[in-house]
């Protein structure tokens, strides 16, 4: 039987025509990019309005920086400093005759200058835009930011356009001076999305930033969240914590991933195999590191979860309710609860699923006490060790604790029933390999007999701790230290916990820890003596 | 046997006294503050004096605009968010369909106090839902720097190993963490330092005390 169409349903379509129709110019653009997609679609630019039919509209400024010389710039890297010429800022993309800019088309081979990442840009910010607006509410997000892609610059050493292999948000005084150096009035004291493309470094491949849409939701919900929510660790009673800056990580891989209807947040395309995936069963703290993405998919997990517990718009509604009152330092532990006391309120019939799904993860409550096992990441997956802040960048209370600052994660081991001494043998580096600067850093163990955590406490407005035991180790080889304990308070049978302290400045990365135990004591002085 | 103190040593105390904040009183008048509010479900770091969040809330509010609104919530509640010398900027007012959040920044005589604040949740019948604050009480024996910006940015580049620039973003105001001081808050074109951050000097003794992130690392 022909059933006729009913008459609501043709004026939805004619106000939806109306929207996204005549009047609207037309655009090429990868769906999410090059690596989901085999070919563009077809989509309207929304909410231009730029005279000159530059992308530029409400929501969004766009523009481009291609590799013809401009404003010579010096980067001021202490030892050495790099000379050369910024990229000219233009904009490339302009419609044809028709109005449209649908001769705009990806590169067959980037050369970071392509018109096409503009168009990419525009239409990703305005839909996103758009989604969280029209669907949630979101209004402080109701002006344009400014976006420049292809940010490169000529390095005179190499003599060659080197792109800037990243992408970033830059909040409001950073992008003044971004405006300063940059000589044009296209920052006017407003944030920015800065992204880049990478022809330096074999690790990351032949990327354009701004070809993945992934990735411009990422900063886009960055931007949404704003330069004075989830930046900084808290401070808690197992020692600094780093979840907060991992929550900001997870809201922005969760709301493009769940706008986009996959949980493959960071995409196959900018970061291959590191690629994040929200359907997992990451939780705090056997999947706590330091490192604020991956930690952050603890978060953003918990979060797909109550997606599908909740649906994507009753879900997406709670967290935005829930992340809007969010402040520097809300940690898992206050996120969680905020989010349930939104569940309550909206689908009290799925707060007590809700809690357990929090609880599961770890997200209520985490010890970030979790058990050790030995690793050894030197090599190209050392950006996902464990880092131990320093005290140049540690909460202010510990920057002058006189032990050092500890580390995010505490570790439980096991003593075996004939264990008479345990060595302890960790790698912490400092400094940047990439840099030539790479160097052994100053980092201890506080070490506590049992199963207990090392706590905190704060009473005298310094951080006094529970360990039995603050030690550096031996240095062994070029990079690492090796701690040997022995004596009574190693007790066969039982339980150690560690956490390893940062008495340096800078940020260590530990890339290696290795525990051996004994049953023969070695080191004829006692190491652990005092454990009341 | 009368025994005689130095007068030093009794000026010294009474510095100390008067520049330490009783911290058990502000955190016991908290404790009382909020167990006056009923339904409250509290979040409250152990190293605070005062609780970050608060929800469960439904206070009715007096007031015009969402700030007034939420102005009038604050100052019933003077234990969790007053202060001698502390005053609220409101930052912007953020919005869903369902909540409005009203952003104020904390100042201590005038001067911002970096990072703190406190967010205040409307419904849409003016209560308020919950709030959430960074906001700690505050005691300086001085806001008057002793350097100059420029010896503050000398600082930051002195400990990054870096030539001081002709370009730098800085500003007086207090660090609250930890123990409260006097800080000039720095900013670097990235052409010096590519990381987006802060650097943070005392604006006393110009000792460099650290940095703090101002934006999410790179998106990858």
């Known amino acids: 039987m022909r059933r006729g169409i009913p008459l609501l349903t043709v004026l939805i379509a004619l106000v939806g025509c109306g929207a996204d129709g005549p009047g609207q110019p037309m655009a090429n653009v990868f769906r999410i990019n090059p690596v989901e997609d085999s070919s563009t679609i077809q989509?309207?630019?929304?909410?231009?309005?730029?005279?000159?039919?530059?992308?530029?509209?409400?929501?969004?400024?766009?523009?481009?920086?291609?590799?013809?010389?401009?404003?010579?710039?010096?980067?001021?890297?202490?030892?050495?400093?790099?000379?050369?010429?910024?990229?000219?800022?233009?904009?490339?993309?302009?419609?044809?005759?028709?109005?449209?800019?649908?001769?705009?088309t990806p590169p067959k081979e980037d050369t970071g200058d392509s018109a096409f990442s503009e168009v990419m840009m525009y239409h990703?910010?305005?839909?996103?835009?758009?989604?969280?607006?029209?669907?949630?509410?979101?209004?402080?997000?109701?002006?344009?930011?400014?976006?420049?892609?292809?940010?490169?610059?000529?390095?005179?050493?190499?003599?060659?356009?080197?792109?800037?292999?990243?992408?970033?948000?830059?909040?409001?005084?950073?992008?003044?001076?971004l405006r300063q150096i940059i000589g044009i009035d296209i920052l006017d004291g407003a944030e920015a999305l800065v992204f880049g493309y990478n022809n330096i470094s074999p690790q990351i491949g032949q990327?354009?930033?701004?070809?993945?849409?992934?990735?411009?939701?990422?900063?886009?919900?960055?931007?949404?969240?704003?330069?004075?929510?989830?930046?900084?660790?808290?401070?808690?009673?197992?020692?600094?914590?780093?979840?907060?800056?991992?929550?900001?990580?997870?809201?922005?891989?969760?709301?493009?991933?769940?706008?986009?209807?996959?949980?493959?947040?960071?995409?196959?395309?900018?970061?291959?195999?590191?690629?994040?995936?929200?359907?997992?069963?990451?939780r705090c703290p056997d999947d706590m590191t330091g490192e604020t993405h991956i930690d952050g998919e603890v978060a953003s997990g918990a979060f797909w979860e109550l997606r599908r517990l909740l649906g994507r718009t009753a879900a997406d509604q709670v967290l935005w309710d829930a992340a809007l009152s969010f402040t520097l330092t809300t940690s898992f532990d206050q996120a969680a609860r905020a989010i349930l006391d939104e569940v309550k309120r909206t689908a009290p019939a799925q707060e007590a699923a809700a809690r357990k799904i929090f609880e599961q993860r770890g997200l209520l409550g985490c010890d970030r006490l979790r058990a050790h096992q030995d690793y050894d990441n030197n090599g190209p997956m050392a950006a996902y060790s464990p880092m131990v802040e320093g005290r140049d960048g540690a909460p202010a209370i510990f920057a002058g604790a006189k032990e050092g600052v500890p580390g995010?994660?505490?570790?439980?081991?096991?003593?075996?029933?004939?264990?008479?001494?345990?060595?302890?043998?960790?790698?912490p580096l400092v400094g940047s390999a990439g840099?030539?600067?790479?160097?052994?850093?100053?980092?201890?163990?506080?070490?506590?007999?049992?199963?207990?955590?090392?706590?905190?406490?704060?009473?005298?407005?310094?951080?006094?701790?529970?360990?039995?035991?603050?030690?550096?180790?031996?240095?062994?080889?070029?990079?690492?230290?090796?701690?040997?304990?022995?004596?009574?308070?190693?007790?066969?049978?039982a339980d150690l916990v560690f956490q390893l302290i940062n008495n340096g400045r800078d940020p260590a990365t530990i890339t290696s820890v290795k525990v051996t135990q004994s049953p023969t004591v070695t080191n004829p002085v006692a190491t652990f003596h005092t454990c009341q | 046997m009368a025994r005689w103190v130095p007068a030093s040593l009794c000026l010294l105390?009474?510095?100390?006294?008067?520049?330490?904040?009783?911290?058990?009183?502000?955190?016991?008048?908290?404790?009382?503050?909020?167990?006056?509010?009923?339904?409250?479900?509290?979040?409250?770091?152990?190293?605070?004096?005062?609780?970050?969040?608060?929800?469960?809330?439904?206070?009715?509010?007096?007031?015009?605009?969402d700030e007034s609104r939420a102005r009038s919530f604050l100052q019933a509640h003077p234990a969790l968010f007053g202060g001698e010398g502390s005053s609220l900027a409101v930052r912007d007012v953020q919005s869903t369909a369902d909540r409005r959040v009203v952003r104020f920044d904390q100042r201590y005589h005038g001067l911002p106090v970096f990072g703190a604040g406190v967010s205040v949740v409307l419904d849409q019948s003016d209560r308020?839902?919950?709030?959430?604050?960074?906001?700690?009480?505050?005691?300086?024996?001085?806001?008057?720097?002793?350097?100059?910006?420029?010896?503050?940015?000398?600082?930051?580049?002195a400990r990054l190993d870096r030539e001081i620039p002709t370009l730098f973003n800085?500003?007086?105001?207090?660090?609250?963490?930890?123990?409260?001081?006097?800080?000039?808050?720095?900013?670097?074109?990235?052409?010096?330092d590519p990381e987006i951050r802060w650097h943070l000097v005392d604006a006393l003794s110009g000792e460099y005390v650290g940095w703090r992130r101002a934006a999410p690392a790179g998106g990858r």
């Open chain 1, 43 to 104: 989509v309207p630019l929304r909410h231009l309005t730029g005279a000159d039919g530059a992308l530029s509209g409400r929501y969004a400024d766009v523009w481009n920086c291609v590799d013809r010389p401009g404003r010579a710039i010096s980067v001021n890297l202490g030892a050495m400093s790099i000379s050369g010429k910024l990229c000219t800022f233009e904009r490339t993309a302009l419609p044809d005759a028709d109005g449209d800019y649908l001769q705009i």
């Open chain 1, 124 to 177: 990703h910010i305005t839909a996103l835009h758009d989604h969280y607006h029209d669907s949630y509410g979101i209004t402080h997000i109701d002006k344009p930011i400014r976006a420049i892609v292809n940010i490169q610059g000529y390095v005179d050493l190499f003599n060659k356009w080197i792109g800037l292999p990243n992408a970033n948000y830059i909040p409001v005084e950073h992008a003044e001076l």
């Open chain 1, 207 to 282: 990327v354009n930033f701004s070809f993945d849409a992934m990735t411009i939701y990422h900063e886009y919900t960055h931007f949404t969240m704003g330069g004075s929510r989830l930046l900084q660790p808290a401070v808690d009673r197992y020692g600094p914590d780093s979840s907060p800056i991992a929550l900001n990580e997870a809201f922005a891989d969760y709301f493009p991933s769940s706008y986009l209807d996959t949980p493959l947040a960071g995409g196959t395309y900018t970061l291959g195999k590191l690629a994040r995936n929200l359907d997992n069963k990451r």
């Open chain 1, 408 to 427: 995010y994660v505490q570790y439980r081991l096991h003593l075996d029933a004939d264990t008479r001494e345990v060595s302890i043998e960790y790698t």
């Open chain 1, 435 to 493: 840099q030539g600067a790479e160097a052994r850093g100053d980092v201890s163990l506080a070490i506590r007999a049992g199963s207990d955590p090392i706590t905190y406490t704060y009473d005298s407005g310094k951080p006094v701790s529970s360990a039995h035991l603050v030690l550096k180790g031996q240095a062994v080889g070029e990079k690492a230290y090796r701690l040997t304990l022995s004596g009574p308070c190693l007790v066969p049978g």
């Open chain 2, 13 to 65: 105390v009474a510095v100390e006294a008067w520049a330490a904040p009783p911290r058990l009183e502000l955190q016991a008048a908290a404790r009382r503050e909020v167990a006056l509010m009923a339904g409250a479900v509290v979040s409250w770091p152990v190293h605070r004096l005062r609780p970050a969040m608060i929800r469960g809330l439904a206070e009715a509010t007096r007031g015009s605009d």
């Open chain 2, 128 to 157: 308020v839902r919950a709030v959430s604050s960074e906001m700690e009480p505050l005691r300086l024996p001085s806001i008057q720097p002793g350097i100059s910006q420029g010896a503050a940015v000398g600082a930051v580049c």
């Open chain 2, 170 to 192: 800085a500003r007086l105001g207090i660090l609250a963490e930890g123990t409260p001081r006097l800080v000039y808050r720095v900013a670097l074109p990235p052409t010096v």
